[in-house]
């Protein structure tokens, strides 16, 4: 069974008309790029999947059930973790505090005002921290970090409830090339293993088309094409997409 | 009540909307552009009232008006240059105590120049009589404010799209770095528009003058009506502050004309209820976007070391045995230490670590106070009750009001949080039966055993160190730690489950609640309480103790609210204008030491 269900998805902001009966599954191990130029309607794909905003229309569908509707943190508690575009990290904490908020929050632990929160969830929080080998850096405070180890901050994060669907939104952004390729084998090799179904976007197409099982591609709000990396790299709609009318002319 | 009584209160609200949104309107302005909150907003409105008290004398009242709008106007292209203009980059929480140093120098400026005495205005003169309207007499001169707040309305409209100068304001208005970036001259626009804002400021207390005498009060009441008006119309819309302030004022002169003024608070505060849960940016507001680039970062909040621990420890110790050593003055020096120092502990844990600026924190203090005083001398419960069940009140309190003011952030959260507490003292100055209103109530003395000042001490150092502890405690644990994730990150607090409304929610019913102990100590250990114990006065207080200490550090609070407290004590038994030397103190505060004293111990200190 697929992991997500997205079917009909529409959404307009004003007059302008984001996303357009847009439907796609990712599976669980399943690594799935989203494609498109700017403006094509990925970021508001992924806002209406995590429940930041709600659309006009359309089924949302994790394992069989409807979350359509649900506050992002809802969404998180049945199992969606999330990378942001801009990472998104609390800087006045530790690394590895950090990651204690998103495993006590897991474990429900976040109401209790006595109990002493270093003290909790610190070895399952060094275990996450390994896996993104970010275990020597955990004592550091976020707001120092380079940009690319704020990135695995924030996958270590998402990982911290299990989830069943990352959702990653140009998790590589700001990286540099060897950072990026070594982000996504971490992030492939994790979804291998634990049956994590990843949807993401991503500018940089040696990682799309080395990482993806699969990708769809976004044009002005339509999912114009769905196949594997070679399906997609061989149809001239994409390159008519990214590039327009001069791509004819070339 | 007939037809003709229900037009006539009409007309009476109309009448009150002008000057209203004169004010607002200069705030919103004011705020549209420069992105500051002014708090002596309506400090300008009161010299505007006092200059055409002095000025009709001489010149008459008409030319007393356009006098007394431009002096004001001066003040403000003064105070822009001079201060402001310094505080743009500022934090927003420094910024508006900033402006609220203001208010305390320019009230004592006003004491100091026209006393202490109510200043009776002129009446306008060819405006002195009364218009017979369906057989009721409707004095002249309202009819005249009637019309003059939509004419400035109209004036303003004009001004704002019929000028390059509307344009550039509007501009700036809607995107004050893309404004900037295409090369608009800022300090001429912003100067500008802080004049104008004073000017209707001053032009709104001038107008007032035939309808109510010039007092000292009037700052704070217009600041927090104008704060009102500007929740409920949308801050930064001019048409919203209209709208808002006729019914603000339509609801005022009905509840006057159906002989419930006294009902006028509460009603205020049902219609900015109402409004910010089904409108929570405002009648005509819009939702504002978020600013661009990351938030200030705060610095960590280092978890105590055991040096730290010992050294608090001893502390409380070397207290303990002060008794031995003196039973005189110093005892009650540092029985008010104490009591203001849990009054810190309290703000400083919604303020710095759940990022909740509150301008009203005094209310649950106050709470505390009267529900201790109330429960004692109209209820005759014994001392042990009333301080157990006062801070009850203020748990109540802190938890209908802050329900509301968690649904707003950043400034919206700072003015909000002001006027309830205005209601909360409002009504604690009117409510004779209950809270003995502008006297307050008095005789509330301990029990016999806490009667002595050593034994009331050791009761209050007892009670203080154990709730500050449990303070402390709570921020290094998960609740506390969930706070200062939601302040930090927004977004990521939500994609990792945090419910950071509800968390919030629970933070400010907490701070309020150690508040309302700290209020029922006081009052104990003065034998009486009054309304200014709930005053926005001693709500910026707080905030000045945990600025003074340091806002992002833990025991800062301790240290400047002892200071304060000290500083207090000792300009206040020498010297009139003490108001006027804590403001200076809050500028150098806010413009030379922002990090506090502990963040100047920091520097000093090698590592």
């Keep these: 069974m697929s992991i997500l269900l997205v079917s009909g998805l529409a959404k307009a902001f004003g007059g302008v008309q984001a996303l357009r009966d847009v439907g796609f599954t990712v599976d669980a191990g399943e690594m799935l790029a989203m494609i498109g130029p700017n403006g094509a309607g990925k970021s508001t794909c992924f806002n209406l999947v995590n429940g930041q905003l709600v659309p006009d229309a359309g089924r949302i569908e994790l394992e069989g059930r409807n979350i359509l509707g649900l506050a992002p943190r809802a969404v998180w508690r049945l199992g969606v973790g999330r990378t942001f575009q801009v990472a998104a990290t609390f800087a006045s904490m530790t690394v590895r505090e950090n990651v204690q908020m998103a495993l006590l929050s897991h474990a429900r632990r976040l109401s209790s005002p006595f109990a002493s929160a270093t003290r909790l969830q610190r070895e399952a929080a060094d275990v996450l921290l390994a896996q993104v080998d970010m275990q020597a850096q955990a004592d550091r405070t976020a707001a120092v970090l380079a940009y ?42 994790l979804a291998k293993a634990s049956g994590i179904a990843v949807l993401f976007t991503e500018h940089d197409m040696d990682a799309v088309f080395t990482y993806a099982d699969r990708i769809i591609v976004l044009a002005e ?29 070339a | 009540m007939s037809a003709s009584s229900i037009l006539l209160q009409f007309l009476n609200g109309l009448a009150g909307a002008s000057t209203l949104f004169l004010a607002a309107a200069g705030l919103s302005l004011i705020f549209g552009v420069t992105r500051i909150v002014n708090f002596a907003h309506g400090s300008l409105v009161m010299l505007g009232m006092y200059l055409a008290v002095a000025l009709s004398d001489r010149i008459g009242f008409w030319w ?112 004050r770095e893309m404004a900037s970036a295409l090369g608009i001259n800022q300090r001429l626009l912003f100067t500008s528009v802080f004049a104008l804002g004073a000017l209707l400021a001053g032009l709104a207390g001038a107008l007032q003058i035939p309808r109510e005498p010039a007092t000292l009060q009037v700052d704070l009441a217009v600041v927090s009506d104008a704060f009102v008006i500007v929740v409920v119309g949308g801050l930064g819309s001019i048409p919203g502050a209209f709208a808002a302030a006729l019914l603000i004022a339509e609801v005022k002169a009905f509840c006057i004309g159906l002989g419930y003024s006294k009902l006028t608070l509460v009603v205020e505060f049902l219609v900015m209820a109402l409004a910010l849960v089904f409108r929570p940016w405002g009648l005509l507001g819009r939702a504002r976007a978020q600013a661009r680039g990351a938030a200030t970062i705060e610095p960590r909040l280092r978890p105590p070391s055991p040096r730290v621990i010992a050294g608090l420890a001893a502390l409380a110790a070397l207290l303990a045995l002060v008794p031995a050593a003196s039973s005189g003055y110093a005892l009650v020096l540092l029985t008010d230490m104490l009591i203001f120092a849990l009054f810190a502990v309290s703000l400083h844990f919604i303020t710095g670590p759940a990022g909740l600026h509150s301008f009203g924190h005094a209310a649950y203090f106050g709470l505390g106070a009267y529900g201790a005083g109330v429960l004692l001398l109209r209820a005759g419960a014994p001392m042990e009750m009333a301080l157990a069940a006062a801070p009850l009140a203020a748990f109540a309190g802190a938890l209908v009001f802050g ?50 000042k050593t034994a009331y001490f050791y009761l209050v150092l007892a009670v203080s160190a154990a709730c500050i502890a449990l303070t402390w405690r709570a921020l290094y644990s998960p609740f506390g730690y ?126």
Excluded at chain 1, 149 to 164: C, G, I, Q, T, Y
Excluded at chain 2, 134 to 141: N, Q, T, V
Excluded at chain 2, 440 to 452: D, E, H, T
């Design chain 1, 148 to 189: 690319g180890d704020l990135k695995r901050l924030e996958l270590a994060m998402a990982l911290a409830n299990r989830p069943r669907l990352l959702l990653m939104d140009e998790p590589t952004a700001g990286m540099a090339a060897a950072e990026r390729m070594a982000l996504m084998r971490l992030t492939a090799t």
């Design chain 1, 221 to 249: 709000g339509i999912l114009i094409l769905q196949g594997t990396p070679a399906q997609v790299r061989a149809d001239p709609r994409v390159r008519e997409a990214y590039l327009g009318e001069a791509a004819e002319d």
């Design chain 2, 64 to 175: 007393s008006l356009p006098c007394a709008a431009l002096m004001v106007a001066a003040l403000g292209i003064l105070l822009e240059t001079a201060l402001l203009r310094r505080l743009y980059a500022a934090p927003e929480l420094l910024q508006l105590l900033a402006t609220f140093a203001l208010v305390l120098i320019i009230r004592d400026y006003a004491l100091w120049q026209w006393g202490p005495e109510d200043l009776l205005g002129p009446r306008a003169p060819a405006l002195e009589g009364a218009v017979e309207i369906l057989d009721h007499r409707f004095p002249a001169y309202d009819l005249f404010l009637i019309a003059v707040g939509p004419l400035v309305l109209a004036a303003l409209w004009l001004l704002l799209t019929r000028t390059r100068w509307g344009v550039l304001v509007r501009a700036a208005t809607q995107d």
């Design chain 2, 403 to 452: 329900w509301f003011c968690v649904r707003l952030s950043g400034i919206y959260l700072a003015m909000l949080t002001l006027a309830f507490a205005q209601i909360a003292w409002s009504v604690a100055f009117q409510w004779d039966a209950v809270t003995g209103g502008s006297n307050g109530l008095i005789g509330i003395w301990p029990a016999a055993w806490a009667g002595s």
């Design chain 2, 482 to 607: 969930a706070l200062r994730a939601a302040r930090d990150s927004p977004l990521r607090a939500d994609a990792i489950g945090i419910h950071a409304r509800a968390l919030q929610w629970a933070a400010f019913t907490f701070a309020g609640t150690f508040a309302g102990i700290a209020g029922a100590l006081h009052v104990f250990s003065k034998g009486s309480v009054s309304p200014e114990s709930m005053a926005v006065p001693r709500s910026v207080d707080g905030l000045v103790m945990v600025l003074l200490g340091g806002i992002q550090t833990l025991t800062g609070p301790l240290w400047g609210a002892a200071l304060f407290t000290w500083l207090q004590d000792a300009v206040a038994r020498g010297f009139d204008y003490w108001r006027a030397v804590i403001g200076v103190v809050i500028l150098v505060l806010t413009l030379a030491l922002p990090q506090g004293l502990g963040g100047l111990l920091r520097r000093r200190s090698p590592s």
